[in-house]
């Protein structure tokens, strides 16, 4: 089945192979504190730092997911009280998974976050907890320091689940960025990233709480020996690293997906049967398509899409029914775009 589902999604084709070449070469077996293990992990945050353009001081860590990087950050890093500003079902969850120690502020899908911290003035947090891009929806927010008035020792975390590794980010406008593999990544669930800034190992010391397992400062502990606090997903690893090297520089990467994007604005702009959810051309996330349209209609699509061995992504949270999405991952090529949107005239 040929996955548009905005994560898990497409895996990468070439990946199959290098499952099977890290069965052949024993990496699946290989122990998380040993010296080809090391040279494993090192390799790829190597390719990482060169490939995404990571600034040299900010260290990179595998968890289990993004979701579990929202409650690293609470953990570890929020001081007294965390800001959470959202417009969708995933900020909405990291708020209230943060809510004993937090303030939250809901915003509309045609607010930028700009304008939502001109609206709010000074912020109280001590850690602002933005998503750059919220899957529920598909907005994408540009993220800038400069747009909030927070302290001078304030940090920021920011969720870039749903395009982390499909288009460049800002790495000096935040602290904390975190993904998950199973989307822009484009290998199978079960591991996430966290990228972290100087500042926000300041912070984790300053804090100083470790009292949890995947607490930052044994994150950073281990990174030092290049190795992990706990037994990784190796495989997970083994794949990020293959598939970086061979994969081109983000912002090629970043280009080709922009290009595949007004493959899709092009066709859409064109028929009238659904239309945008996000109006705002701006705040449309390039790496994920909501659209929204009568629910008769978009039960047809999706019945029609499945009897051609295609997925589309169903609409989430309070747009669960009136809506569907259409990932935009790097895995997805021009091809894969072209035979769903035949298929989709056909449905029409």
Known sequence: ??????????????????????????????????????????????????????????????????????EIVTQSLVRKKSTHLYNGAFGKKWAQYAKATSESFEFTLEQSLAEVGQ???????????????????????????????????AIIAVDATSSMGGIELPWLEADVWLASVQKCLGIPAGMGLMICSPKALARAKEVGRATHYNDVLFLEENRRLFQTQMTP????????????????????????????????????????????????????LPTVLALK????????????????????????????????RIANFPAHTVEDIETLIKTIRHAL
């Open 233 to 284: 997903n190796v495989l997970g690893i083994y794949l990020v690293n293959r598939l970086t090297k061979q994969l081109p520089s983000l912002s090629e990467t970043h280009r080709a997906t922009l290009a595949k994007m007004k493959i899709w604005t092009d066709f859409f702009d064109q028929q009238s049967e659904f239309s945008y959810l996000i109006q705002r051309e701006d705040l449309r």
């Open 119 to 153: 609206q709010l003035g000074p912020i109280e947090g001590d850690t602002l907890c933005l998503v750059q891009s919220e899957t529920s929806n598909g907005t994408g927010q540009q993220i800038r320091r400069s747009d909030f008035q927070l302290a001078d020792d």
């Open 1 to 70: 089945m040929l996955s548009f589902y905005p994560g898990p999604s497409k895996v990468h084709p070439e990946a199959l192979g290098y499952i099977q070449e890290a069965f052949e070469q024993g990496i699946v077996s290989i122990n998380h504190r040993s010296e080809r293990f090391e040279k494993l992990l090192e390799a790829t945050f190597q390719e990482l730092h060169n490939k995404w353009n990571i600034p040299a001081d900010y260290t990179i860590y595998f968890v289990s997911s993004a979701t579990e990087a929202w």
């Open 293 to 324: 349209g009568p629910i008769e209609k978009i039960q047809a699509l999706h019945a029609h899409c499945q009897a051609a061995d295609i997925e589309l992504g169903k609409g989430y949270g309070e747009w669960k029914n009136s809506s569907f």
